[in-house]
Every structure is written in structure tokens, then in C-alpha cells.
């Protein structure tokens, strides 16, 4: 079984920077894509950033493009999302993302985190 756990979510004001983290746990085989989706109330889950580990690309949303950097970690089943120069519109609940194969089967699954609120707010 895999599990993603997120951390580094919490109130920041307008301008501010925060970082998320996602850590991966559990008989995960080979990772395809990370990605970092967020979801505000009352809208759609949106991805906003994804890794693919085979080829080194990184992807954003025009919304956050220049702004957040999702990078892994040295320990390889970790990634992190940094953002900066939050704006109000950036408040949602992020949620991690791999599409990884197990060990015990090359057949490639989704898997998410809980999810973490991020509120940008004087």
C-alpha cells in the first residue's frame, strides 16, 4: 500500500512564501509523474504543477507559472512545492500526486495525499 502525507500548509499574507511537503511511503515500485493539484471552494481540482522523473520536465498552470517551483527530494520519494509571492486567489486545499507502479506489479496507479489548506490573507 502507498501512502502520501503532506505538510507545510498554513495562513500567509499576500506577497508571503510557503513550502509544501509531500512524503511517499510504502511498496512504491517506480514513480512516473508528481504533481501538486489544489482545489478552492467551490471549484474544480486543478493541477497546477507536475514532475515527470524520467525525463527531468517540469510543467505549471499559467496561474502559478514564475511563482512555484515543485522540485523532489533527495530522499526520492519526497517533492516539495514552493511558492512565493502568494495572492488571495491562491487559497485551496493542495494535494499531492504520484502516478507510481508498486512492487509487486509494473502496473502504473494514482495515488493521493489528504490534502493541506493553504489561506492567503491579510
Known amino acids: 500500500q502507498v501512502q502520501l502525507v503532506e505538510s507545510g500548509g498554513g495562513l500567509v499574507q499576500p506577497g508571503g512564501s510557503l513550502r509544501l511537503s509531500c512524503a511517499a511511503s510504502?511498496?512504491?515500485?517506480?514513480?512516473?509523474?508528481m504533481g501538486w493539484h489544489r482545489q478552492a471552494p467551490g471549484k474544480q481540482r486543478e493541477l497546477i504543477a507536475a514532475f515527470t522523473p524520467g525525463t527531468g520536465n517540469s510543467h505549471y498552470a499559467d496561474s502559478v507559472q514564475g511563482r512555484f517551483t515543485i522540485a523532489r527530494g533527495s530522499e526520492k520519494n519526497t517533492m516539495y512545492l514552493q511558492m512565493s509571492t502568494l495572492k488571495p486567489e491562491d487559497t485551496a486545499v493542495y494535494y499531492c500526486h504520484i502516478a507510481a507502479s508498486t512492487t509487486m506489479s509494473p502496473i502504473g496507479f494514482d495515488y493521493w495525499g489528504q490534502g493541506t489548506q493553504v489561506t492567503v490573507s491579510s
Open positions: 510504502g511498496s512504491i515500485g517506480t514513480i512516473y509523474t
